[in-house]
Structure formats: structure tokens, C-alpha cells
């Protein structure tokens, strides 16, 4: 079948994690999808593909298992506990013991997750992969923050650039991870975030490290020696695992706040022919937050399943360029975008600041917070509901 004797429902720009789960969940309802496949230019421009490990969540998880792409061990960790400590001795805990759950998030080798996509895709007679963009009443873009797209339809990108790189590797430690995700915060070179990120399956001795750093030392930090840069990076997390090995590159790259100023309109009349045709932005072509808290995934899959159900739920007379039918979608995600977007820049924000009386406070804070076990599992419930409506 020849792409131009296909009449198309739905074009997808990116081939990423987001644009082939979208694909296969609007496939699922009889749409007939045009997936742009750029995604080997994708894993080149972030320069990291070899590492790249996500947190997902119970939402995330359910829409995979869905659609038959769940990953099994070793390539998927659950995790049972978060333990994060602060610069002057605050502690926080959370457990899925505590939350009456199997785990509190997943950890997913991203190369394995995009493996199962793609013959997910393969086995979907309504996709099909083309190397250009096609006309449909409806292009989702999904070709990640520095779109192409996006900047050419005119919607602009408002981006808060944060004074920190992230530096993300692979390690394996003397001890095993126990499925504990650990984070800390410190000020002794300047505001930094150092997780630990339990990967390999449930008796792994492999982690996952996203380190957040001022610009200057992330580089050095890349650049140093492997023994010298096990050192720094046990001294930071006070050799909770024992002796590091190093076992993959080292990648930095800028850390932002951002959001597009509209994720719907009408596509151009060049884009789109004589037919009525719009556009909707999903994943970090529409957002991109710092990675403290790990949801950057999770929000993009989100869009996913909220532009999925609005489509489906929409009334039968109402075409899939209806301006209306995709504002469903943009009040749905963007207030939560938002909010998490909130979330995150203030604690980044809370965390950068060097006033000794203001980090006691945010310790003490962490600490009281964790004793007062009501408060900690009613928050706790609130963001794991949040994340698993489905």
C-alpha cells in the first residue's frame, strides 16, 4: 500500500517513546496513523541513548501493559522505597508498604521499552511508518522539546533555562540497590540533586545516576578520570552502597523549565490541503521540567492517554480537527502541567538557595514531614491517584 493512495486519520511527527504509544493507543480505536520515524536523529540529539533509564509510574504502567509493551525483568525495576536526605541532616522516606501498593514507580531501560513499541507496531496494520509528514486532519508533534515543527507553526516555547546541567551514567555498586531510589541535596559546591536510580531487576547491583550540577562542574565531572569521579560521586552519597565501578559513558546536557504558549491550532493551508486540519503538541514539544522528581516521562505519557480519550469520547459528527474537541485536551493536560511544572521549579528554587537560617528551615521542614505519618501518606495517595487514573 503506497503512502500516497492512504487516506490518513492521524500523522505523528516523532517517533519517540510518546509518538509510537500514541500511535498504537489511536490504532487501537480504528485510526488509521502516519508515523514519522526520526527517531534515530532523536537518540542522537540527546547524545545518551546508551543510558537512559525512566521513572514510570502506575498510570504509565497500566497504558503499556495495555498495549502489550511492558517490559519484564531485568530491563524493569520496581521500586519499594525513596529515601531522600537533605544538606543539614533533613530525611524523608516513602514505601509502597506503606501506601498498600506492589511498588511506588518503575524503573525502565528506555532501549528494551522502545524495542517492544516498535514491534508492537509492526503487528498494527492502521500504522504505518513513513519518512515524511503526511496530510490528515490531525499532526500530533511529538518530536521532543527542540521541535522543528513546532517553531515553524509559530508557537513559541517560554523557557526558563535553570544554572545546572545534568550528568547521567550507568554504575554498579559493592552492595545491591534493594529497589531503594535515593536522592540528595547539597550546597557544598553550589545547589546540587544526586539520585540514585535502582536498574538490572530486583537483585541488581546497577543504578541508574542523574546528578544536577552547576554547568562548570558537570563538565569536569564528565572529563575527570574514572577512579577520580567514583570517589567524588561516593563521597556524595556517603558510600551508602559501598565501592563504584563506572560502566557507561558520562552525558551532560542543560537543564530547563518550558512550556508552549498553545498545544492546539490549525495547521497552515500548505501543511494541510483543501481539508480542515490542526495540530495538538504532546511530550516535551509542549513541556520539559527539571528531573528532581523524576516525571518527565510520565507527563508526556499522560498526554498520550488524555489526547486518546478525548478523541475517543468525541461525538460522531465531530471531525478530529474540531477546535473545540482538541481544546478538551489542552485544558486537561495543561493545568496539571502546570502544577507540576510549579512543583518542581519550587523546590529546584528551594533547594539553590544558600541562606544557612532558610536551608535549617527546609531541612527541619523535610524531617517533621516525615514524622507526621497522616499528612505524609495522604500526600503520598494524592500524587500516586493523580498518576493512576486510566
Same mark, same amino acid.
Given at each position: ?17 510518546? $509518538? ?21 536523529? /532523536? ?46 541532616? $533533613? ?38 511508518? !513513513? ?8 499532526? !500530533?508533534?511529538?518530536? $521532543? ?33 534493594? /529497589?531503594?531510589?535515593? /536522592? ?57 552502597? $559501598? ?55 510520565? !507527563? ?36 496539571? !502541567? ?9 523546590? /529546584? ?42
Amino acid at each position: 500500500m503506497s503512502q500516497s493512495s492512504t487516506q490518513f486519520d492521524v500523522c505523528i511527527r516523532g517517533a519517540g517513546i510518546v $509518538g509510537r504509544s500514541l500511535s498504537l493507543m489511536l490504532a487501537s480505536q480504528g485510526l488509521r496513523v502516519a508515523l514519522v520515524n526520526i527517531l534515530g536523529t /532523536q537518540k542522537s540529539a540527546h547524545g545518551h541513548s546508551d543510558m537512559r533509564a525512566y521513572s514510570l509510574n502506575m498510570a504509565a504502567q497500566h497504558m503499556l501493559s495495555d498495549l502489550r509493551c511492558w517490559p519484564e525483568s531485568p530491563a524493569c525495576t520496581p521500586i519499594l522505597k525513596m529515601h531522600i536526605e537533605g544538606d543539614q541532616g $533533613g530525611d524523608l522516606e516513602f514505601s509502597a508498604a506503606q501506601q498498600g501498593v506492589a511498588a511506588l514507580n518503575w524503573m525502565v531501560d528506555v532501549p528494551t521499552l522502545e524495542s517492544n513499541l516498535t514491534k508492537a507496531i509492526g503487528f498494527q496494520p492502521l500504522i504505518q511508518e !513513513v519518512a515524511e509528514s503526511v496530510k490528515a486532519p490531525l499532526t !500530533v508533534i511529538c518530536e $521532543g522539546r527542540a521541535s522543528q515543527t513546532r517553531a515553524e507553526l509559530g508557537v513559541a516555547f517560554d523557557v526558563k533555562h535553570y544554572e545546572q546541567h545534568a550528568l547521567a551514567c550507568r554504575i554498579q555498586t559493592q552492595e545491591p540497590h534493594q /529497589q531503594i531510589a535515593r /536522592q540528595w541535596f547539597h550546597t557544598d559546591h553550589g545547589p546540587e540533586i544526586l539520585a540514585f536510580l535502582p536498574i538490572g531487576g530486583e537483585v541488581s547491583h546497577e543504578w541508574a545516576v542523574v546528578w544536577s550540577l552547576t554547568p562548570n562542574r558537570a563538565e569536569a565531572l564528565r572529563t575527570n578520570e574514572a577512579a577520580s569521579f567514583c570517589m567524588q560521586l561516593q563521597e556524595a552519597n556517603k558510600g551508602v552502597a $559501598g565501592s563504584i565501578e563506572l560502566i557507561s559513558e558520562r552525558a551532560v546536557w542543560p537543564l530547563q523549565l518550558a512550556k508552549a504558549a498553545r498545544w492546539t491550532g490549525s495547521m497552515p493551508h500548505s501543511e494541510s490541503g483543501q481539508r480542515a486540519a490542526s495540530f495538538a503538541l504532546a511530550g516535551d514539544a509542549a513541556h520539559a521540567m527539571h528531573p528532581l522528581a523524576g516525571q518527565g516521562l510520565n !507527563v508526556g505519557l499522560a498526554d498520550v492517554m488524555a489526547l486518546s480519550r478525548v478523541i475517543q469520547a468525541k461525538e460522531f459528527w465531530r471531525p478530529l480537527s474540531d477546535a473545540k474537541l482538541l481544546r478538551r485536551y489542552e485544558r486537561a493536560r495543561q493545568a496539571e !502541567v502546570l502544577a507540576l511544572g510549579c512543583v518542581t521549579d519550587g523546590l /529546584q528554587m528551594l533547594f539553590a538557595q544558600p541562606n544557612l537560617p532558610l536551608q535549617k528551615l527546609r531541612n527541619w521542614g523535610m524531617s517533621a514531614f516525615n514524622q507526621f505519618s497522616p499528612l505524609k501518606k495522604w500526600m503520598a495517595g494524592e500524587a500516586m491517584k493523580s498518576s493512576t487514573q486510566h
